[in-house]
T-cell receptor
Framework: SQQGEEDPQALSIQEGENATMNCSYK?????LQWYRQNSGRGLVHLIL?????REKHSGRLRVTLDTSKKSSSLLITASRAADTASYFC??????????FGKGTRLHILP | DAGITQSPRHKVTETGTPVTLRCHQT?????MYWYRQDPGHGLRLIHY???????DKGEVSDGYSVSRSKTEDFLLTLESATSSQTSVYFC????????????FGEGSRLTVL
């Protein structure tokens, strides 16, 4: 079974609003990553947060990690049309395997 | 930027035929991964490699084999393709020396009739 599970499966918001998506996982991890995928393309790495970190920022992205709850959230502030994509979390469960969740489809409405 | 090339990019084949997908990197990254992506399942790990001749199974390895005889090439083989293996296959390399940030290829779309 997949390690990470994103929530919600799909999200539609107005341009300019903030988008939040969540990821839950099952086992202890070294790090957790978030990726973006535009339709028909390969995944692009967004941000990595290590198990000893609680929050990380990169531009309009903010990621939090709560290892006690085995969960992470990705916040995209001031959303733009170009943010329309699928977003995936991926976990490194200390066994060299990097396991992805099923993703959240984000649609930014004009 | 890491250079990664998948071939072929598109392939249509018939049930029962063997298929090999190739992933080629232009650098010497140690870790390489094969994933498949299907609607409703996200990406699922098939096999991965942590060095030449060092490979291990992922989540959905049944029906697939891999080989890595050179650092730069990671081959995924379907010995006898089935319709359930119709999918988009992605290769990825870990560009931080360990199991960290992955850099993905553009994908190989395989259709098994």
């Amino acid at each position: 079974s997949q390690q990470g599970e994103e929530d919600p499966q799909a999200l539609s918001i107005q341009e300019g609003e903030n988008a939040t998506m969540n990821c839950s996982y099952k086992t202890s991890i070294n790090n957790l990553q978030w990726y973006r995928q535009n339709s028909g393309r390969g995944l692009v790495h967004l941000i990595l947060i290590r198990s000893n970190e609680r929050e990380k920022h990169s531009g309009r992205l903010r990621v939090t990690l709560d290892t006690s709850k085995k969960s992470s959230s990705l916040l995209i502030t001031a959303s733009r049309a170009a943010d329309t994509a699928s977003y995936f979390c991926a976990t490194d469960a200390r066994d060299d395997k990097i396991i992805f969740g099923k993703g959240t489809r984000l649609h930014i409405l004009p | 930027d890491a250079g990664i090339t998948q071939s072929p990019r598109h392939k249509v084949t018939e049930t029962g035929t063997p298929v090999t997908l190739r992933c080629h990197q232009t650098e010497n990254h140690r870790y390489m991964y094969w994933y498949r992506q299907d609607p409703g399942h996200g990406l699922r790990l098939i096999h991965y490699s942590y060095g030449v001749k060092d490979t291990d199974k992922g989540e959905v390895s049944d029906g697939y084999s891999v080989s890595r005889s050179k650092t730069e090439d990671f081959l995924l083989t379907l010995e006898s393709a089935t319709s359930s293996q119709t999918s988009v296959y992605f290769c990825a390399i870990s560009v931080r020396g360990d199991t960290g940030e992955l850099f993905f290829g553009e994908g190989s779309r395989l259709t098994v009739l």
